[in-house]
């Protein structure tokens, strides 16, 4: 009885560290872990970029911006899509940003900015 338990709670443990956090994004845990790691990896270059260029100023004078503002845009257009699923009930994702500054379902990506990355 009490191994039983044990393995319950174990198995609760992990599902929680590991697996609830992805299944709430609609991800396996290595899609989570791909895409986490590919914004990770995109931070690290960038970080690389400006520490360089502290030391160095002549040298990726705006490489540090540039790639930034990519990654600033890739988060908003992950971030705009996995809002745009919750509002419209859909299920499918919006294309990411229209021209107005506003998703499919009509959200404002100034107002994203407010919300928590996850």
């Given at each position: 009885?009490?191994?039983?338990?044990?393995?319950?709670?174990?198995?609760?443990?992990?599902?929680?560290?590991?697996?609830q956090?992805?299944?709430?994004?609609n991800?396996?845990?290595?899609?989570?872990?791909?895409?986490?790691?590919?914004?990770?990896?995109?931070?690290?270059?960038?970080?690389?970029?400006?520490?360089?260029?502290?030391?160095?100023?002549?040298?990726?004078?705006?490489?540090g911006?540039?790639?930034?503002?990519?990654l600033?845009?890739?988060?908003?257009?992950?971030?705009?899509?996995?809002?745009?699923?919750?509002?419209?009930?859909?299920?499918?994702?919006?294309?990411?940003?229209?021209?107005s500054?506003?998703?499919?379902?009509?959200?404002?990506?100034?107002?994203?900015?407010?919300?928590?990355?996850?």
């Amino acid at each position: 009885m009490l191994n039983s338990l044990h393995s319950l709670h174990s198995n609760y443990i992990f599902k929680r560290i590991f697996l609830q956090h992805p299944e709430e994004q609609n991800m396996t845990y290595l899609e989570h872990l791909q895409h986490a790691l590919s914004y990770g990896v995109k931070a690290f270059g960038c970080s690389l970029a400006f520490i360089v260029h502290g030391f160095i100023p002549c040298l990726f004078e705006k490489t540090g911006s540039v790639m930034l503002e990519h990654l600033n845009d890739r988060l908003n257009g992950t971030r705009l899509n996995s809002e745009s699923d919750v509002n419209d009930g859909s299920g499918t994702s919006g294309s990411g940003t229209s021209g107005s500054g506003t998703s499919g379902s009509g959200i404002n990506e100034s107002d994203m900015h407010n919300k928590k990355i996850t």
